[in-house]
């Protein structure tokens, strides 16, 4: 299974989310710039629980360079799939959760969510010398969290049947649940061993996640989000959306909205529409032309109800003009 977009947009713009995609590539980046020496990197930024609890080991590296790891292990990548499937992932559930707890509270929680999986890890595999790596652990804090705020969304997910693309909408908390019983029976597969893939660092994440959530909606607010709102205005909707034709009397045609900013009802805007009725759902490319106005019409030949003798009516999406940013 494939998330591709969930159904809740965000009311501003993720700076935090995209920061973080940001300097996770530019690490990645930094990484494979190492050449020969990239072992050497890895092994001094990466996490390797045997540098804390092999006395040995330890005393190579100094009290900075352990506390440093505990944080930097989280931006590192094992290969770019890793990375892809990490940004891919704080890409979509990232943003609402951060809509949730405003910029500050959010990058602090996601930093928290690191290193709580990093220490779950360190303390399940204390004397592995092999080193743990990647923004696995905190993300799924992020998707602990998801899960506990918005259960009822919807994940728009791909899923790939004998190469034909079948694309389905997942409740969230179906969606999430599944992943997080995934991570625990590939955790106990494992035999406890210390390589491939940290499960119990997805594990301790996602559960530190949802019960850190609590305490963090608890703290008061800082005024950040309000700031980003008039500073950095958020000048785009979602370019995947989820659209509900729904017929109106007997007619042929279907009716639905798609979602559009004042910025790109001046400018225009290209946008891939999900149809959320029948099964498999079918994405549509949609181009809004500039100069759009509120409950403007755009027509899609041939995509409303069936006759028996093959005609079909056409859909029409209304446009909807909002601001992100209020």
Known sequence: MIPLRDTIPARTRPVVTQALIVVNVLVYLLQMAQGPYLERFVYLY?????????????????????????ISFMFLHGGFWHLLGNMWSLYIFGDNVEDRLGPLR????????????????????????????????????????????????????????????????????????VWFVLQFLNAAGSGGGSGGVAWWAHIGGFVVGMG?????????????????????????????????PAAQGDSLDLYATVSISSHEARTGARKMVSIATGFPKRLLRVAVPPGVT??????????????????????????AIVDPTV
């Open 46 to 70: 990466g996490l390797v629980p045997a540098r804390y609890f092999v006395p040995q080991i330890a005393d190579y590296f100094s009290a900075g360079e352990q506390a440093f790891a505990l």
């Open 106 to 177: 959010y990058a602090a929680f996601y930093l928290l969510c690191g290193l709580a999986s990093g220490l779950s890890h360190l303390l399940i595999h204390r004397y592995s010398n092999i080193p743990t790596i990647g923004a696995s652990g905190a993300i799924a804090g992020v998707m602990g969290a998801y899960f506990i705020c918005f259960p009822r969304s919807r994940i728009l997910t791909l899923i790939p049947i004998l190469f034909i693309p079948y694309f389905i909408e997942i409740p969230a908390y179906f969606f999430l649940g």
């Open 212 to 244: 850190m959530l609590k305490i963090f909606d608890a703290l008061p607010g800082t005024g950040a989000s309000t700031a980003l709102r008039r500073y950095v205005p958020r000048t785009a909707t979602d370019r995947l959306q989820v659209i509900r």
């Open 294 to 319: 509120q409950d403007s019409l755009l027509r899609l030949r041939g995509l409303g109800r069936p006759t028996p003798d093959g005609r079909r009516g056409d859909l029409f999406l209304r446009v």
